[in-house]
């Protein structure tokens, strides 16, 4: 089912992901772009409706499923049409938690797995009102990795799942998820794991089950084996829906908040 026929361009993106550090790095709007000034209006008209705002959208999947290249593609093409879009990651490693939480992954530090759980949790919220801010300016967040990595890499350590879930509660619930399926043995194939801690195939196909777990209304699955430029094209039209959407009015909402 989830036959995989990557190629080339793979490689190329792996190191365009390494420059990709923990930032939420701001792009603003291509000065170049020949309406810039109009589609510019055109976001602050509707911004006066009162529930118009930018999407929150969510890249999730496996160890090299592809996300953080498609993230950066998904960036340029909604900046391509003029949107507001930010690139953000968790975890985000520039603030004090995110450091702890880097020097956790790359095995210089020890750390009961409840207490990294909630360091990763604690990460989000930090930056929680400053989401919500963005968002209410009309800007569109491009997630890599948000909560559901949280509770799936953890619940796959054996955790209990709702007990992961618990800190997440009450963070912003995206309006899109879109997940990049890839069998972990495809996964483990490309260029192979770095030396962070869960870049393994035992570990990578518990994950994988732990994902299965948690898909929602929000979520949109894409196969992350097809060509990178077809997954691109999928990605662009389900983010530019969900955009278009949140433009013209929508609540936000909370994360698994019954
Ligand atoms: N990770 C990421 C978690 O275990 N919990 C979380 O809440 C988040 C956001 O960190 N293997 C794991 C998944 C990854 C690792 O992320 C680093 P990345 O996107 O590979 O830099
Ligand atoms: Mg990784």
Request: hydrophobic share 35%; proline share 3%; glycine share 6%.
């Given at each position: 089912?989830?036959?995989?026929?990557?190629?080339?361009?793979?490689?190329?993106?792996?190191?365009?992901?390494?420059k990709?550090?923990?930032?939420?790095?701001?792009?603003?709007?291509?000065?170049?772009?020949?309406?810039?000034?109009?589609?510019?209006?055109?976001?602050?008209?509707?911004?006066?409706?009162?529930?118009?705002?930018?999407?929150?959208?969510?890249?999730?999947?496996?160890?090299?499923?592809?996300?953080?290249?498609?993230?950066?593609?998904?960036?340029?093409?909604?900046?391509?049409?003029?949107?507001?879009?930010?690139?953000?990651?968790?975890?985000?490693?520039?603030?004090?938690?995110g450091?702890?939480?880097?020097?956790?992954?790359?095995?210089?530090?020890?750390?009961?797995?409840h207490?990294?759980?909630?360091?990763?949790?604690?990460?989000?919220?930090?930056?929680?009102?400053?989401?919500?801010?963005?968002?209410?300016?009309?800007?569109?967040?491009?997630?890599?990795?948000?909560?559901?990595?949280?509770?799936?890499?953890?619940?796959?350590?054996?955790?209990?799942?709702?007990?992961?879930?618990?800190?997440?509660?009450?963070?912003?619930?995206?309006?899109?998820?879109?997940?990049?399926?890839?069998?972990?043995?495809?996964?483990?194939?490309?260029?192979?794991?770095?030396?962070?801690?869960?870049?393994?195939?035992?570990?990578?196909?518990?994950?994988?089950?732990?994902?299965?777990?948690?898909?929602?209304?929000?979520?949109?699955?894409?196969?992350?084996?097809?060509?990178?430029?077809?997954?691109?094209?999928q990605?662009?039209?389900?983010?530019?829906d969900?955009?278009?959407?949140?433009?013209?009015?929508?609540?936000l909402?909370?994360?698994?908040?019954?």
């Open positions: 089912m989830r036959e995989c026929t990557f190629g080339r361009g793979y490689k190329s993106n792996l190191f365009l992901s390494r990709f550090q923990a930032v939420a790095t701001h792009r603003s709007l291509n000065l170049n772009f020949p309406f810039k000034s109009s589609v510019r209006k055109m976001h602050l008209e509707n911004n006066h409706k009162s529930d118009s705002r930018g999407a929150l959208i969510v890249l999730e999947g496996l160890d090299r499923c592809g996300k953080t290249s498609q993230s950066s593609r998904l960036l340029s093409f909604l900046e391509r049409l003029g949107y507001l879009v930010e690139s953000w990651r968790f975890p985000d490693r520039n603030t004090g938690v450091q702890m939480i880097s020097s956790y992954l790359a095995n210089e530090s020890q750390l009961d797995d207490a990294i759980h909630l360091l990763f949790s604690a990460n989000r919220w930090e930056k929680r009102s400053l989401m919500e801010t963005r968002l209410r300016s009309g800007t569109t967040l491009i997630v890599d990795r948000y909560s559901y990595s949280g509770v799936a890499f953890s619940s796959a350590k054996g955790l209990d799942i709702e007990w992961c879930k618990a800190p997440e509660m009450g963070l912003l619930a995206p309006d899109l998820v879109l997940y990049l399926d890839i069998p972990p043995e495809k996964a483990a194939e490309r260029g192979g794991y770095g030396g962070e801690r869960y870049e393994q195939l035992d570990f990578q196909r518990k994950v994988d089950h732990s994902y299965q777990l948690l898909h929602d209304v929000s979520w949109k699955t894409v196969d992350a084996c097809l060509p990178i430029e077809d997954v691109e094209k990605l662009g039209e389900m983010a530019l969900c955009v278009t959407t949140c433009q013209k009015g929508k609540a909402s909370q994360l698994w908040s019954s």
